[in-house]
């Protein structure tokens, strides 16, 4: 434990946006998935982690049997894998699978 006055040097958020702590001062340094950083005031992004020290979390999508507007749904997911949508989703700090 740090003495009277002393900040911790690691700590381990769990209930807030760790750009968040950061902007605010609560630490120097962050460590969050990217799409989370870019929209927080106050914060820096400086780039990602090294290849080797990242843990990526990939998203797919898919329509539910009894969904009530399959087509619409099927629209939608052919929209967020095509050209068209690939430079909202770069500006959100998510990288598209080629």
Do not use: N
Not at 12 to 40: D, M, N, P, T
Not at 45 to 65: C, D, N, W
Request: no cysteine; proline share 7%; hydrophobic share 45%.
């Amino acid at each position: 434990m740090p003495k009277k006055g002393e900040r911790l040097k690691s700590q381990r958020i769990e209930s807030k946006r760790v750009g968040v702590v950061v902007a605010r001062g609560g630490a120097e340094l962050g460590f969050q998935q990217i799409s989370e950083l870019l929209g927080v005031p106050g914060t820096d992004y400086v780039g990602p982690l090294p290849p080797a020290a990242q843990k990526v979390t990939v998203y797919s999508a898919g329509v539910g049997a009894a969904a009530k507007e399959p087509a619409a749904a099927r629209a939608l997911i052919q929209f967020l894998a095509s050209p068209a949508s690939a430079a909202v989703v770069t500006k959100s700090g998510l990288e598209l699978i080629h």
